[in-house]
């Protein structure tokens, strides 16, 4: 069973096209939908599987859970879909999947307004989304300091709003800082690695530029844009 990345994905979030012509893009044989509804200590998530050759529901589940259990309810989603498809997980999808990003549900629900937000400022190109989202993720952490995609993520908006200072060392460092504490604490995570790519190349270490920079291309998650720009950098070393 393959996956796209997210991020190949995000531009379909609010498209009007139909499942067949998303589907023949992603070169996909299925589309997974979902939708999430919060009411006090309550979430109801709504999952639609849509077989993309003929833009059919072929499977759908509403699933009621506490808050706290939201995660659960993910592995749960995960397994069923696979079954559904009489596909088997890999080891290490699997794996992936059954770990949560966060013990903390508070911190998580901040990651998640927070990559909204940095999703507005890319459309927008307005300081004060990438701001927010900033002091979101830095809550995020304050509230578990063994947040990986959270400093991770931090580390990318902080490097984007800082980008015209990374030339001087002191400011590097800061979000050295933050991407190396991702990586410390999962080192698969493509954002951090892609981060640690970009600072090293500013420091001209093309050793250290080309090992993160691998590890980044080997990842499942990185999207084909990614790809393409990593290449670049590596071609000028």
């Known amino acids: 069973l ?10 379909y979030r609010a498209s009007l096209m139909s499942g067949v012509d998303i589907g023949k893009e992603l070169d996909v044989d299925f589309l997974l939908y979902g939708s999430t509804q919060k009411y006090e200590d309550n979430v109801r998530i709504v999952v639609q599987l849509i077989n993309t050759r003929t833009d059919e529901n072929v499977w759908s589940q509403n699933y009621l ?17 696979a ?22 549900f508070e911190a998580y629900d901040l990651f998640l307004r927070a990559k909204q937000l940095s999703r507005r400022y890319e459309t927008t190109q307005e300081g004060a989304f990438l701001d927010q989202a900033i002091a ?19 580390a990318g908006l902080t490097a984007i709003k800082k ?10 460092d800061s979000v050295f800082y933050l991407a ?3 990586i410390s604490l999962d080192s698969t995570l493509v954002e951090a690695n892609l981060v640690l790519s970009q600072l090293y190349d500013l420091e001209m270490d093309d050793v250290s530029t080309l090992r993160y920079s691998y ?15 990593l290449i670049k950098r590596l071609a000028s070393i």
Request: charged share 30%.
């Open 2 to 11: 393959k996956v796209k990345p997210r991020s190949s994905v995000e531009k």
């Open 65 to 81: 859970k506490k808050v706290s259990d939201v995660f659960e309810a993910q592995n749960q989603i995960s397994e069923s879909i």
């Open 83 to 104: 079954g559904h498809l009489k596909a088997q997980l890999t080891a290490d999808i699997a794996k992936k999947i059954n770990r949560a990003p966060t013990g903390d």
């Open 136 to 154: 979101l993720l830095n809550r995020a952490i304050d509230r578990d300091d063994r947040f990986a995609l959270g400093y991770a993520w931090l």
């Open 163 to 172: 980008s015209p200072e990374l030339d001087h060392k002191a400011t590097r």
């Open 180 to 182: 190396r504490t991702a």
């Open 215 to 229: 590890k980044a291309l080997r990842s499942p998650q990185i999207d084909s844009l990614t790809v393409v720009q």
